[in-house]
């Protein structure tokens, strides 16, 4: 059975530093949607990926996403896949596979997020 968590827009998870990965239809898409050619957007909002296989979006110096803005993700109707899966892809991988003391530890990220916090809540946890 697939668990759905909502996302709640708490924009938690834009703030934690990290990579979000960008395929090319991605690339294409967001920098459409910014008004901006793919070339300037490769070379202004985007950073080779640490395994070096391709791009992920700039982070601010504090570790937040380029794209968070005072209302939320500013290419929310484009915004990557992976910013999509987050938070149920994890909780689908993790939940009743991984005990939650080790998913806190491993994944912090996630007991940020309020979606998922209402969740525990709701499975009183
Ligand atoms: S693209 Fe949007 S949803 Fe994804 S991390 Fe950046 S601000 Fe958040
Ligand atoms: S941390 Fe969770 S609730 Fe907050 S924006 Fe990210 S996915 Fe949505």
């Given at each position: 059975?697939?668990?759905?968590?909502?996302?709640?827009?708490?924009?938690?998870?834009?703030?934690?530093?990290?990579?979000?990965?960008?395929?090319?239809?991605?690339?294409?898409?967001?920098?459409?949607?910014?008004?901006?050619?793919?070339?300037?957007?490769?070379?202004?909002?985007?950073?080779?990926?640490?395994?070096?296989?391709?791009?992920?979006?700039?982070?601010?110096?504090?570790?937040?996403?380029?794209?968070?803005?005072?209302?939320?993700?500013?290419?929310?109707?484009?915004?990557?896949q992976q910013c999509r899966?987050?938070?149920?892809?994890?909780?689908?991988?993790?939940?009743?596979?991984?005990?939650?003391?080790?998913?806190?530890?491993?994944?912090?990220?996630?007991?940020?997020?309020?979606?998922?916090?209402?969740?525990?809540?709701?499975?009183?946890?």
């Amino acid at each position: 059975m697939s668990i759905t968590v909502e996302c709640q827009r708490c924009t938690a998870c834009c703030r934690w530093p990290g990579e979000v990965r960008l395929d090319a239809a991605e690339i294409t898409a967001i920098a459409q949607h910014v008004g901006m050619s793919e070339e300037r957007f490769i070379a202004e909002h985007t950073r080779l990926r640490v395994d070096r296989r391709g791009l992920a979006l700039q982070e601010r110096a504090d570790g937040s996403c380029i794209f968070l803005a005072d209302g939320g993700c500013a290419v929310q109707p484009v915004k990557p896949q992976q910013c999509r899966d987050f938070p149920s892809r994890w909780v689908n991988s993790l939940w009743g596979k991984v005990p939650l003391a080790t998913m806190k530890k491993e994944y912090p990220m996630l007991f940020n997020c309020a979606a998922f916090k209402d969740f525990l809540k709701t499975n009183k946890l």
